[in-house]
């Protein structure tokens, strides 16, 4: 009987290992995407992403106006000013995301991606007919080439995710595995989005140095085809490319040629636009889009004026102040300025009051906080845990408003009053400390930035009238990044974008280890328990409740911390094209956000 007994016991011993072996390989098997939060919504046999147009001719060509200009085509480093668009379109990456979900990637480079149900490794398997520009192979030495130079001598953006990984290995003749060294359930993904480089390019070359000598060899749909540095840039679709035949490829780079021509004012973009020197212009003025855009080419029809909503947060958009410096160290300092910051009377003034104003980071998506309402339930769980909380944070916060009239009496009130809190008082007409010293501050600007100048002289008449007499410098798009790369700076126009899937790119804007790192995005010099610890509880987050909680009270700390004075947007984009310039019917969740102009655009007769 106990033989009996012992044996039944055993079989169903066998039995549940069987069934929990076989369950935990069934959810390892690679799969052809993978999501953030549950499942992508597109099947393994998807023949096209649902926002393209799969059937768009092929031919041609695209030509953007900028502003500035350039010194470098490695746009993989942090020395060097290159045209930001060379990150997304000389190298491909393992997996390629769908902006028409949250956080979603498919198989680009790669066919296959596997992990635990944990996440803590992921193995990517590449296509075997994946090819670089000049045809020669991706091989998975290619991938770990790059992933160990990009996060070891590549732009600081790429070395958090890559100290998180406790080793790299080949465990295939087209599979590399990732093990991780801490719990951060994104990395799979954001590994899956670096680029892929060609080791054999850089045997012999100094992959950190700046300049226009050597063009990186990645495997995307386009090359750089002529250029002259600071003033032109042509890129010419690959006939060769690898990937026309992949499914998430499919009705993407349809255009034979992209150019892109530098100027140093943004009226003379406008006006080279008008003169049909660009063929697309995107137009982030309002007042400007309803009264400005009535030109011939316009009327007659050469010329379409499209408007496209889109679904993304606001992310910030502002003056961001440096708390590194002396003058903002004092959040009752920043809250004067916001308070100054005569938000309702610019926005009229300048855009016919048709922008909304930015009420927080993660504002206009289901991410945000409530303007001035109090912390309930798991957000204000998550926020009592620290000690650092800037005032508003869990009670509430608000931005202040104006009656919209340009002496703004009540804010200047209220920002005097703060600067009397913090020990400055106007003596013989001039802001000063208790020993006599001025309050003095830089406001650093792009030139050619004609509304953000619009803007600050609006915003320095009413500090004026406060005794207050900033300095403002405008420099060249090279002395700009150069200035900001390094913090130097005590104010600055800033601008985030930020997505409905946030993630380690936070620590990169924000956190404590990035704000004595030249070169990262943590502008404001932050560091804060509160903000490091919620983005550790958004990363790790085991379910979407406990997600969105987490963005919300981070998106609480940073805006009551007050290191932005926030403007305004939009919940549409404004393009003008020439009218055999053509996008899909279905707009994607992120709108023009990214891949949209010109990856998915065509050119019809």
Avoid: C
């Avoid at 992921?122 to 000049?134: G, H, I, Q």
């Avoid at 495997?219 to 600071?230: K, M, T």
């Avoid at 957000?379 to 944070?393: C, E, H, Q, R, S």
Wanted: charged share 25%; aromatic share 12%; hydrophobic share 40%.
């Amino acid at each position: 009987m106990r033989s009996d007994i012992f044996n039944n016991l055993r079989a169903l011993a066998g039995a549940v290992s069987l069934s929990i072996l076989t369950a935990q390989f069934a959810y390892a098997e690679p799969q052809h995407g993978i999501a953030m939060y549950g499942d992508p919504a597109l099947p393994p046999d998807f023949v096209s992403l649902p926002h393209v147009n799969p059937d768009a001719p092929k031919g041609g060509k695209i030509i953007f106006a900028e502003a500035g200009g350039f010194d470098s085509l490695h746009p993989f480093i942090r020395k060097g000013s290159a045209p930001w668009q060379l990150r997304f379109m000389l190298a491909e990456s393992l997996m390629g995301r769908s902006y028409d979900e949250p956080f979603t990637l498919y198989g680009l480079l790669a066919e296959s991606v596997d992990t635990d149900p944990d996440r803590t490794w992921v193995e990517y398997t590449l296509r075997p007919e994946a090819r670089f520009s000049d045809g020669s192979p991706v091989t998975v030495e290619d991938v770990m080439w790059s992933y160990e130079t990009l996060g070891t001598l590549g732009h600081p953006r790429y070395h958090g995710a890559w100290s998180k990984v406790a080793s790299m290995e080949k465990t295939g003749e087209r599979s590399v595995k990732f093990t991780f060294n801490t719990e951060d359930r994104e990395l799979p993904l954001i590994l899956g989005m670096r680029p892929v480089l060609q080791k054999a390019q850089w045997e012999g070359k100094d992959f950190e140095a700046s300049g226009i000598d050597v063009i990186p060899i990645g495997s995307a749909p386009y090359v750089i085809a002529d250029f002259e540095a600071g003033r032109h840039l042509t890129l010419k679709r690959n006939p060769d490319y690898w990937g026309k035949d992949v499914p998430f490829m499919r009705g993407q780079a349809n255009l034979d040629e992209i150019r892109f021509d530098y100027y140093g004012d943004g009226d003379v973009i406008f006006e080279a636009f008008k003169a049909g020197e660009a063929t697309t212009h995107r137009e982030t003025n309002a007042q400007k889009w309803a009264t400005q855009f009535t030109f011939p080419a316009v009327t007659s029809g050469d010329i379409v004026l499209s408007d496209i909503p889109h679904q993304r947060p606001t992310g910030i958009m502002g003056y961001v102040m440096n708390t590194r410096r002396p003058a903002f160290q004092d959040i009752r300092v920043r809250d004067a300025m916001i308070h100054a910051f005569n938000f309702e009377f610019i926005n009229q003034t300048i855009n016919a009051g048709a922008k909304k104003r930015i009420q927080s980071y993660f504002h206009n998506s289901v991410l945000g906080m409530t303007p001035g309402a109090p912390a309930e339930g798991l957000v204000k769980d998550m926020l009592t845990a620290f000690d650092d909380l800037p005032k508003g944070a869990l009670e509430g916060y608000a931005l202040p408003v104006s009656d919209g009239s340009a002496r703004n009496r009540d804010g200047l009130r209220n920002a005097m009053a703060l600067m009397e809190d913090a020990g400055w008082t106007v003596q013989d007409g001039a802001m000063k400390d208790a020993n006599g010293s001025p309050f003095t501050f830089e406001i650093l600007l792009k030139t050619g930035a004609s509304e953000n100048r619009q803007e600050i002289d609006i915003f320095t008449a009413a500090l004026e009238r406060m005794g207050i007499a900033p300095t403002i410098t405008s420099v060249d798009s090279a002395q700009y990044k150069e200035r900001t790369n390094a913090f130097d700076f005590d104010m600055a126009y800033y601008w985030r974008g930020l997505s409905l899937s946030p993630g380690n790119e936070q620590k990169l804007y924000w956190g404590s280890e990035s704000a004595d790192e030249e070169g990262t995005r943590n502008w404001m010099g932050v560091k804060s328990a509160a903000i490091d610890g919620l983005i550790d509880r958004m990363l790790n987050a085991k379910g979407q409740d406990e997600f969105r909680a987490a963005t919300k009270a981070l998106d609480r700390v940073l805006t009551a911390g007050r290191y932005v004075i926030p403007l305004g947007f939009s919940e549409m984009s404004h393009i003008a094209h020439v009218k055999e310039l053509k996008y899909p019917a279905r707009i994607p969740m992120y709108g023009d956000y990214l891949g949209f102009q010109p990856e998915i655009w065509w050119y019809e007769e």
